[in-house]
């Protein structure tokens, strides 16, 4: 079974937000998308990592399991197994004297059930948040220029009203986020 959501995406090519950010940013854009995968275990070789599920259409999906899912061995033939993907994208403008610094922050964060003979299940999220600055803004083409920390783009602005918000100099902080959450049920 698998299942789409998305939201609407005012400027295009953007990432994920954190839970705060500081009093000078304001949220202009964002976006998500959810995806979720469940099926029975028909095949799982702990040796290489992979595992195949029957989805309940009959199609069958192999899929590698990442080093971080340490519990391998307990997932046996028969079980059913749930994976939902979770992606978002949250685009900030930053207005004041320190607007605009240059860089790249990976965060990767690993939860797992820990519970005493609970079943194999848990979290891991990857974030990206990326910090530029606005180089130029054209408004009678809908499009703004942004430097990164490692490119310059030119990005098309859905919606206009957020030129009026931009000017040179301003930072841009994207942040994405994808989460993946897995479950076992024997």
Same mark, same amino acid.
């Given at each position: 079974?698998?299942?789409? $959501?998305?939201?609407?995406?005012?400027?295009?090519?953007?990432?994920? &937000?954190?839970?705060?950010? &500081?009093?000078?940013?304001?949220? !202009?854009?964002?976006?998500?998308?959810?995806?979720?995968?469940?099926?029975?275990? /028909?095949?799982?070789?702990?040796?290489?990592?992979?595992?195949?599920?029957?989805?309940?259409?009959? *199609?069958?999906?192999?899929?590698? $399991?990442?080093?971080?899912?340490?519990?391998?061995?307990? #997932?046996?033939?028969?079980?059913? !197994?749930?994976?939902?993907? *979770?992606?978002? %994208?949250? %685009?900030?403008?930053?207005?004041?004297?320190?607007?605009?610094?240059?860089?790249?922050?990976?965060?990767?964060?690993?939860?797992?059930?820990?519970?005493?003979?609970?079943?194999?299940?848990?979290?891991?999220?990857?974030?990206?948040?990326?910090?530029?600055?606005?180089?130029? /803004?054209?408004? &009678?083409?809908?499009?703004?220029? /942004?430097?990164?920390?490692?490119? *310059?783009?030119? $990005?098309?602005?859905?919606?206009?009203? #957020?030129?009026?918000? $931009?000017?040179?100099?301003?930072? /841009?902080?994207?942040?994405?986020?994808?989460?993946?959450?897995?479950? %076992?049920?024997?």
């Amino acid at each position: 079974m698998q299942k789409s $959501l998305s939201l609407a995406l005012a400027l295009v090519g953007a990432s994920l &937000a954190p839970l705060s950010f &500081a009093d000078t940013t304001t949220p !202009v854009a964002g976006a998500a998308t959810l995806n979720e995968l469940s099926g029975e275990v /028909v095949a799982i070789d702990p040796a290489t990592r992979l595992m195949t599920l029957k989805t309940a259409d009959g *199609t069958f999906e192999v899929m590698r $399991l990442p080093e971080e899912v340490k519990r391998i061995d307990q #997932i046996k033939l028969g079980n059913t !197994v749930t994976i939902t993907e *979770t992606e978002a %994208v949250l %685009v900030d403008i930053e207005k004041g004297k320190d607007a605009g610094s240059m860089g790249a922050v990976p965060e990767k964060t690993v939860e797992r059930d820990t519970t005493a003979g609970g079943k194999p299940a848990g979290t891991m999220t990857d974030k990206l948040t990326l910090y530029g600055k606005v180089e130029a /803004v054209d408004k &009678a083409d809908s499009k703004v220029t /942004v430097r990164g920390p490692n490119r *310059t783009v030119t $990005l098309k602005v859905r919606d206009r009203a #957020i030129l009026d918000e $931009l000017a040179p100099g301003d930072g /841009v902080i994207v942040t994405y986020v994808r989460t993946i959450t897995g479950k %076992v049920e024997f």
